[in-house]
């Protein structure tokens, strides 16, 4: 779960799609395994979920693609995307309820990509 601060800025939101490749590749190689499952957080947005039109992450959209291309073109990763249904405690991060819900999403998925070895 992370990209929030990348959407801060053009030039590292730009960049998203191939740090996160990069990412992924090297905690695969520092595992030693080529297929490790990786699943990964859509990244939301405080201010639209209240219905404002000036997002909190000016570039969270290009995160939200390039998160959603990396999990598409990984056999081996997945999105999940329930994060856009939580509430906030504050205008960074999630409620507990958001974050307990998070933690089910992130196992079912992973026990989802173990399942398809």
């Known amino acids: 779960m992370q990209g929030e601060s990348d959407a801060g800025h053009p030039g590292t939101a730009a960049d998203y799609d191939d740090n996160l490749r990069e990412m992924i590749g090297l905690l695969r190689a520092a595992m030693h ?39 598409l073109n990984d056999p081996n990763a997945t999105l999940v995307t329930s994060t856009d249904n939580y509430d906030y405690s504050d205008p960074s991060h999630y409620d507990t309820a958001g974050y307990l819900d998070l933690g089910t999403k992130f196992a079912e998925a992973m026990d989802e990509l173990r399942q398809d070895d």
């Open 33 to 71: 395994a080529d297929d490790l499952p990786v699943v990964m957080g859509r990244i939301s947005d405080s201010r639209l979920h209240k219905g404002e039109t000036t997002p909190r992450w000016k570039h969270g959209e290009i995160i939200r693609a390039a998160q959603a291309e990396v999990a």
